[in-house]
Structure formats: C-alpha cells, structure tokens
C-alpha cells in the first residue's frame, strides 16, 4: 500500500488519506465512536491496517488516547464525529493539556459550505478547544488533510506534548486529490520546541549546586516525557541530592532508592514537605510548582536558591521566582550538567531528613493489627505486595484512593503510574486503563478507582468486554465523595452536602457486562481476591466495601503553608503513627 | 507599566483570536492591539500594549511564543521606535467656533477631513499623548464622536524584525538606530 501511495500524483479521498497518514505516523490503533460528519473516514478504515477500538463515549476515546500516551509515549488518537461528538471530547483534551500528553483528536466537521449556518450537529470545536489544546486546525479542502496531519503529530509529541485537534469537513473527507507524503512536510515557522540554555546559565547552575549544603531534587512528570530517569539517578547519586516527587513524577525515581524521600504537597508526608522546607536549593526537574506541591507561596522554601529545569519558557517564574532558569529538554540539560556535577559528601543533610522521618518512616501498615474495619491503604499496600515484581501499570481516579494510592503502592518504574494530576478528572482511571491496556498488552493493568469516579464512565466496560482486555478493576467503594466529604470534615463544620452516593452492586454491575465480579469486606479477602483477579484470564472487577468516613494524611489545606500539616490523629492507628 | 510588543504571526485564519483568547485565558490585560498586513503577504503584524510588571512581561512573551502561528515576538518598549496612533474627532463647530477649532486643529498639525454645518472632523496622527493633547483642548467645544486605531509602532533605525521573522536570535546594533526626523 505504502509503494503504491507514495507515488506523487495518486488520487485519494481525504478520507483515505487521513488513514494513510495515521498508519505513517506509525498509528495501530485508534480509539473512537462514529457519526455523520466523520462517516465517510469510517467507511474508508476498511481499507486501513489500523484497529479501532469502539468506546462508549467520546470522553473514553480521548482518555484512552491519554492512557496510550501515557503507558507507551507514543501519540495516542481519538476520533469523534462533529458537534456532541467533538464536545464530549472536551474534558478528555483538558485533562490531556494539563498533564501534557501527547493525544491527537480527529473530529468530523459539517460540509465546509455550512460551516456557519447552525447546521445539524454543528460545532466550532477549534473555537471551543482553542484555549485547553496545544493547536488546533480546521481541515476544509482534501489537499490540506496530509500536512495537517503530520503537523499535528509533531507539535503534539515535541517539546512540550499536549492535545491537538483536527476537524476535517465532511466534503474535505469525500473529495479527492493528489497525495503526495513527501510533500506535505510540517511547515511551521514560528514552532520553536528545541531550545536549550547558555552556557552562563549552565555554570550558574553548577556553582549553586556545588555550594549548596541542603538541596533537594524535585522530580517531576518532565523526566518521564524525557526519558531522563537514569540520568537523574546518576545525578542524584552522584552529587548526594534527595529526591522529592511529584504526583505526576511517581516513578521517575524508583521508590526503593535510598535517596528517594517520597511524594510532595498537599498529602506528601510531613518530613519531605519538611526538607522541602529547609532546603538551601531546589533542583526543580521537569515541574510546574503547582499549588498543590508548593502551599502558600509566600512561605515556599523561602531560604532557597531555586534551579528550573524546564522545557516550557512560558512556565519558568509563573508560580515561584527562579534563580536559574534552564530551558530545554531535560535528558539533554542533564547529559551537560553531569559530566561537571562534583561528588560533595552531604550525609549530614541527609541525616536530618533521617530524623524528620521519625516514627513515620519505619511504619508498616501490614503490621498493625486488624480491627475488622477494611481500610483503602490496606486495599492499595495489599496490591503493591501482590503485583509489585511484574510489569504492572496502575490507572487511578481522582480523589481519596488516589493520594493513598501514591501513598502507598511504591512504583519503581517510569510510566507504571497512570493519573489525572492536572485537570483531577473524575472518570479518567477505567478508559484510560484502557489505552494502557492497549498499548502495553504485556502489562498488568489495574484500575484503582472510587465509587463516584467510576460511575462516570463506567460505560466503557463494555468496551474492555468488546476488546477482550485483560483490565482488573479494583473500585475502593466508600459510599461517599471521599475526598469531597474530607474537606467537608475539615472546613464545613461536616455538613456533608451531596457528598453520600446510594451506589448499585458493582459486582451485580460488573457480571452483567460479563465480567467476572467479586466484593470483599473485611481485610483478611483483599490478598485472596487479588490473587484470583490476577489467575482470572479475563476482566475482573473488585468492589472493596471499605471505611466509610477514613482521611487522607497529611494535608496542607488549600492555600496553608507546606510545613503546616494537619497530621494523623492519633486515634487513627490503622493508617499511620507519624505524630 | 505599559509594555509594546511587536509580534509577527502567520497570515492564517484564527489567529487573532488565538492571540486574543492568550491574553483572556491569562488574565493579562490588552490595553491596545492592532493588526495588519506587512510586506510579506504570508505575515501579519500586530503590535500590542498591555499593563505589565517586569515578570509579566516576560511571561507573556514566553505565552506567545507558545502559541504554534507565533513567528516572532519583540518587546519595544525601551527599544528606540516610532510610535503612532491614528484618532478622528468630530467636534461641535458653530460659527463662532470653528476658527479656534481650526486654529487648534493646525498647532497639533492635525488635518480637517470633514466639514458640516455644526461639525468639524479632524484626523490626527501621532503618539497618544499627543491625541490626548488635542482632545483634552477639543472637549470644550463638544466632541461628539471619537474613534482611535490604538497604536502601531516600529523600531528606528534599519534594523529589521521581519527580516530575522524565522530567526529569533537577532540582536539590534548600535549602529542600527537611528533618531527621530
């Protein structure tokens, strides 16, 4: 096929072109839902070696993309058709910008002629994604499709990956034309992705590392993108530097290195926001200082210099003023910073760390005794201990089982972490376990999501059944909005307002879709029943009944200063004891 | 204060509203903004004032140069350069008044475009506090409609920013500048 269409001058629809282009741009599978305006793609994938995989709802297609994205580093794709289509996409592009994740979304559009005119399932999608896309294009004649799309692929994968958009009108899909690949090289003269810094900056940087007594390395989503995960370990070790992470950066560090403190912010323990705290440098790698890692702003580390790796410009001193800014790709900035990084003893910093951890740091929540209650942490540390040896990816929702999650299944691996971090999008753990599923069919997929994240979209189990994926569900059931009801607990005198869900039977669910369902209740069936997911050929799903009203500890409340954590009750044994 | 920035985008559809939307999303603060073609046909020119400190600045140079159809950003306002603005004012001009207004309108080297009755249209050019001047003087007599370009502006001097439009390293030399004429 490729030998016959590379010839300049062969007459393709539009829509054959699309297909062609994707398969070039080395796409196997696409993620999507069908309607008018992008029929007439669809009748050509017959012609297409690409697999598409039929979602429920355009919202699963986008975060399917995401978690193909994100399992695989590869460019992930969703197709919608135009108007409800393309707008049921929206959270998906959001929640892909904000965790910069390279997805590219191909929408049909109505005929270019009644573009305007409020036509049947017309919407101006480019003018609804403008602002939460990388770009976006608006396809209208055939000859435009090839370039367009080559162009999407390399602004969505390059520098900073995000979310790009194609509509192509319905009449740019029908119409014919030369294709010519070679031809429709990208052309885009103000896109600048590779930039790097100057040597000043380099030997600034340097000279704050080497008379630094107390850095700490922050360790964000930026070495995953970059696949800088080894040159950070050799930097850390080699110059002494703890490392913080961030939620995104779970698994840039392997968990069980000495040198790795855990993750930051809002619910990172105490003695990491701690160090953070007394730092004299942050080394911040491939993060933003998002609110929910720095606390208040004004009291942020106020005794450190702070470098910023960084590969976007427009982020450096958006959130907190940085000494030295190096802009650039991070694998290529540490490969220059590593050979001149001077190995300094810094035992006695690390020391200190030592004795912030305290009681904290040796506690095992496997030991404590069982109350007869079933608590998340036990669910999710249970987990870790089962599938911790094999190839194991773990999607999440957004909300209490989340942060336990990061809390307490220690990932060693780069991309062995799936998340909303950004955006916080409920919905996002079941289809995008299934982009992970997708792209790493070796892996061992497992949702961990809570009872009011995975109802809302819950529909695309069908489409693990329709795939036959091997995906396990594990739904840490609460009955409520937990982490809703958590801030309810601490700052709305409890008035749990909407927060308590009347759920179905998710197990009842679950065998209705075919999937084989089991509910566990009481700590001593976690490990039995993980263990029958895992020996189960197909899909399983868990609903683990688990303690009603638990909290994530710590917390840094919104807009509190990072050192002032609300700590863990005493009270609350089966947890933690870091008091 | 009041930052200038020249930008040089793609000639394509949308983008002004990318552009414009950078600005919304941000909260950055348009105070001016003007677009036109340039002697490139494929290049548009916008020159845009907005309130800034001196971080913002940077930020929202940085937030342009992410948008993909941004092809060169430059911020002018401590480069030496030419800066106009464009306003028509029809001021109320009885009988009695319209010497005085003529008067006035030829001191500030302002041109009459249109002549009614009971009302004089004068076209001014020039930086804005020079229109200001104008106007503030004008007000007595009635001003029943304004209308403003906002400002364009260009560096002195034959330095040349479309001309580095792909090559955003280019540095002004002293040579380059030339003085007011």
């Known amino acids: ?579 | 204060m009041l930052n200038t920035y020249v930008v040089y985008v793609e000639n394509k559809p949308g983008v002004l509203t990318r552009v414009a939307s950078l600005f919304r999303r941000r909260a950055f603060n348009i105070d001016s903004l003007t677009v036109g073609r340039t002697e490139k046909p494929e290049v548009s020119r916008m020159t845009i004032t907005v309130d800034a400190d001196h971080d913002q600045a940077r930020r929202i140079e940085a937030n342009l140069y992410k948008l993909v159809n941004v092809l060169l950003v430059e911020n002018i306002t401590n480069a030496p350069a030419i800066v106009r603005d464009l306003a028509m004012i029809k001021v109320a001009a009885t009988h009695e008044a319209r010497s005085h207004v003529l008067e006035l309108a030829s001191v500030f080297r302002a041109r009459v475009v249109d002549v009614a009755p009971d009302s004089l249209t004068i076209e001014i050019t020039g930086a804005e506090d020079k229109i200001d001047g104008l106007l503030e003087v004008l007000r007595p007599y009635g001003v029943l409609e304004m209308v403003r370009t906002g400002i364009v502006a260009m560096r002195r001097g034959k330095s040349s920013s479309t001309a580095s439009a792909t090559s955003p390293d280019h540095d002004v030399t002293e040579e380059d500048v030339s003085h007011s004429v």
């Open chain 1, 1 to 579: 096929m490729k030998d016959k269409t590379s010839i300049p001058g062969k007459s393709m629809t539009g829509a054959s072109i699309l297909w062609e282009c994707l398969e070039r741009e080395g796409v196997q599978v696409v993620f999507g839902y069908p309607g008018g305006a992008i029929l007439p793609a669809y009748d050509a994938l017959k012609h297409s070696k690409i697999h598409h995989v039929l979602v429920r709802h355009e919202q699963g297609a986008t975060h399917m993309a995401d978690g193909f994205a994100r399992a695989s580093g590869k460019v992930g794709v969703a197709v919608a058709t135009s108007g409800p289509g393309a707008t049921n996409m929206v959270t998906g592009i959001a929640t892909a910008m904000l965790d910069s994740s390279p997805i590219v979304c191909i929408t049909g559009q109505v005929g270019s002629k009644l573009i305007g005119s409020d036509a049947f399932q017309e919407t101006d999608i480019t003018g609804v994604t403008l602002p939460i896309t990388k770009h976006n294009y608006l396809v209208t004649h055939a000859s435009e499709v090839a370039r367009t799309i080559r162009e999407a692929f390399y602004v969505a994968r390059s520098g900073r990956p995000g979310p790009v958009l194609v509509d192509i009108t319905k009449d740019a899909q029908q119409t014919t034309c030369e294709f010519d690949w070679e031809a429709a090289k990208p052309q885009l003269p103000g896109y600048r992705p590779d930039l790097s810094p100057e040597p000043k900056e380099y030997e600034q940087a340097l000279e704050l590392i080497h008379n630094s007594k107390r850095p700490v390395i922050l360790a964000g989503h930026g070495i995953i993108i970059s696949g800088a995960m080894q040159e950070v370990r050799e930097f850390a070790e080699r110059a002494g530097i703890p490392v913080a992470l961030t939620l995104l950066g779970i698994g840039a560090f392997p968990a069980a290195h000495p040198l790795n403190l855990g993750m930051m912010g809002m619910h990172g323990e105490a003695w990491v926001n701690h160090t953070i705290q007394e730092a004299d440098l942050l080394l911040a790698f491939g993060m933003r200082f998002d609110d929910r890692v720095t606390g208040n702003l004004k009291t942020y580390a106020s005794n450190a210099k702070k470098i910023h790796i960084e590969i976007d410009p427009a982020e450096i001193n958006k959130n907190v003023k940085v000494d030295v800014p190096l802009v650039g790709d991070l694998r290529e900035v540490l490969h220059e910073l590593l050979p001149k990084v001077e190995s300094i003893d810094r035992s006695e910093w690390l020391d200190s760390i030592d004795k912030l951890k305290g009681d904290a740091a040796v506690r095992d929540i496997q030991n404590l005794p069982d109350s007869g209650h079933l608590y998340a942490a036990h669910v999710i540390n249970d987990l870790w201990r089962e599938t911790r040896d094999g190839d194991t990816v773990v999607v999440t929702d957004v909300g209490q089982h989340q942060m336990w999650e990061a809390q307490y299944y220690k990932h060693e691996k780069a991309r062995s972490l799936i998340t909303s971090g950004g955006l916080g999008t409920m919905g996002f753990a079941l289809p995008a376990a299934i982009g992970a599923k997708v792209a790493r069919p070796e892996a061992e997929v497992w949702v961990v999501a809570g009872d009011g994240g995975f109802q809302m979209t819950l529909c695309e189990l069908a489409t693990i059944v329709q795939e036959n994926l091997k995906v396990n569900i594990a739904i840490i059931n609460n009955g409520f909005l937990g982490m809703v009801r958590q801030w309810q607990e601490f700052f709305y005198e409890r008035n749990y307002a909407a927060t308590p869900l009347l759920n179905p039977d998710f197990a009842k669910l679950g065998e209705a879709y075919g999937i084989r369902s089991m509910t566990v209740t009481e700590r001593s069936q976690v490990v039995p029943s993980v263990r029958a997911a895992r020996q189960h050929d197909g899909p399983v799903l868990i609903n683990f009944r688990v303690e009603q009203e638990d909290t994530v500890y710590p917390m840094v409340a919104a807009g509190a200063s990072l050192h002032e954590m609300i700590r863990r009750p005493s009270k609350i044994v089966e947890t933690a004891d870091d008091e």
